[in-house]
């Protein structure tokens, strides 16, 4: 019986993870095949064409699948343990935004996440904190001293995505609904930025 590419790839993944469950297997399917895909669909077509148990655990046939050629899965062993942790972290629709932010900027200061979001600092700066707390971020002071409005010396400070945070967005991405506005705004000067309004 044919398989297509994604019943072959959560094959692969199950016959290497077969103590995942459905939200393990579907974050390891996206950093797998880099897209989103609706497991519950792939993982029902697998059980009627037989590959799979007809059960509520994720059971590979394994006399069925051994003569079949799989993809090979190589995927980072932190990975596989970092996903019960990512499973378990809720976040509003800014701070997916934030994080996708890191991603494309590598680093941002506090006041530009402000400045970007029209947020007041305190409401970004916690935000930031909770993201530290799920050690999605991680921030430093820069040594580089700046003057704010009122003319006072600051260091600002910058955040950083950790290794979870860029994993989290490998699997997330294509839940940010605002991407291509934050694209459009992220290519403007940042004196321009505010003049947007960018709606979260």
Same mark, same amino acid.
């Given at each position: 019986?044919?398989?297509?590419? !994604?019943?072959?790839? /959560? $094959?692969?993944? =199950? ?8 939200? +393990? $297997?579907?974050?390891? @399917? ?7 895909? #609706? &497991?519950? *669909?792939? *993982?029902?077509? =697998? ?15 394994? +006399? /069925? ?13 932190? +990975?596989?343990?970092? =996903?019960?942790? &990512?499973?378990? &972290?809720?976040?509003?629709? =800014? ?8 991603? #494309? ?7 530009? $996440?402000? *400045?970007?979001?029209?947020?007041? *600092?305190? !409401?970004?700066?916690?935000?930031? +904190? ?6 999605? /971020? ?6 580089? #001293?700046? @003057? ?25 991405? !294509? ?11 992220? #290519? ?8 947007? !309004?960018?709606?979260?």
């Amino acid at each position: 019986m044919k398989l297509g590419n !994604n019943e072959k790839i /959560v $094959l692969a993944i =199950l016959k290497k993870y077969p103590n995942i469950d459905e939200k +393990q $297997l579907g974050g390891l @399917f996206s950093i797998v095949s880099k897209k989103s895909g #609706r &497991i519950d *669909t792939i *993982t029902h077509s =697998l059980k009627i064409k037989g590959f799979m148990t007809d059960s509520d655990y994720f059971s590979v046939n394994k +006399q /069925v699948i051994k003569n079949i050629d799989l993809p090979e899965i190589i995927i980072n062993k932190e +990975q596989v343990r970092d =996903l019960k942790h &990512i499973d378990e &972290i809720k976040l509003g629709k =800014l701070g997916k935004s934030i994080i996708y932010i890191l991603e #494309r900027t590598e680093k941002s200061s506090l006041q530009f $996440l402000s *400045t970007f979001f029209q947020k007041p *600092t305190k !409401n970004i700066y916690a935000i930031m +904190q909770r993201l530290d707390e799920k050690n999605i /971020v991680i921030s430093y002071n820069s040594r580089i #001293r700046r @003057f704010n409005s009122a003319g006072r010396k600051y260091h600002p400070k910058y955040y950083i995505l950790t290794d979870i945070g860029k994993l989290w967005l490998e699997i997330n991405e !294509n839940r940010i609904e605002n991407k291509d506005q934050i694209d459009t705004l992220l #290519r403007k000067p940042e004196e321009e930025i505010q003049e947007y !309004n960018l709606k979260i």
